[in-house]
């Protein structure tokens, strides 16, 4: 008798990339799995048996699922079908995403004039999060207006599952530990998502914080925001 570890027990701390998810699914269920994420908002999980491999199309909100949907995702799979309220209960938290228009794909541009922003990604992937994130990254479009800049030196967009990274940034005097760090700090949003703490959204939790605070040049980044023009 073989024993499987449940879900639970494999939960994944930041978020769940494809690759991950698919090792989760062979692992509970005992069967080759080709996992395809989609956002095909008709058709949110489908299963399809052809021998020992299994096919399954997953939309792309179940990257931020919790254990327990993740879990009897797993237990879909291995059956064959079965009930499914978590997923259910899932799906109806997430009708707001759903019903919003799927924005058109936008080509990334990660090359700039000093900064290689997907290289920046790729490497801080491999040091801190095992190469689970799988967000798409961009430098942002310019703007002419000042105030604008300064607001925002990054965001992450979960309907488009995009990081985006202000161009503002990619200048000689901003030191690469401090672009470092702010693909780091969207990469966080992009693992973590949005908790809801008393019925309020709350962007930066105190994980988010303590998990911040581990990157290796923390210190020096808020140093230098706090001296810098930027």
């Known amino acids: 008798m073989v024993e499987i570890e449940t879900l639970e027990q494999l939960t994944l701390k930041f978020g769940h990339a494809e690759d991950y998810l698919r090792n989760l699914f062979e692992k509970a269920t005992g069967r080759e799995i080709s996992l395809t994420v989609t956002d095909n908002s008709t058709s949110m999980l489908s299963v399809k048996t052809k021998g020992k491999a299994v096919s399954v199309r997953l939309h792309r909100i179940f990257l931020e699922a919790g254990a327990n949907v993740v879990d009897e995702i797993a237990e879909f799979i291995k059956k064959g079908g079965g009930k499914t309220p978590h997923i259910r209960d899932f799906i109806r938290g997430k009708r707001d995403i759903l019903n919003k228009k799927v924005p058109r794909r936008l ?86 998502g949005v908790k809801n703490k008393n019925g309020r959204r709350s962007v930066h939790s105190k994980e988010f914080r303590e998990l911040e605070r581990r990157f290796r040049d923390y210190e020096k980044a808020m140093a230098w925001e706090k001296k810098s023009r930027i």
């Open 107 to 192: 080509n990334a541009v990660t090359l700039g004039r000093h900064y290689d922003i997907l290289n920046i990604y790729e490497s801080i992937n491999r040091e801190y999060f095992e190469e689970k994130v799988s967000a798409s990254i961009t430098w942002g479009t310019k703007s002419p207006r000042r105030a604008v800049r300064r607001r925002t030196l990054g965001s992450y967009s979960s309907h488009s599952h995009m990081i985006r990274i202000n161009p503002i940034l990619d200048i000689e005097r901003v030191p690469p530990y401090f672009v470092e760090f702010i693909v780091y700090h969207e990469m966080l949003h992009a693992c973590l």
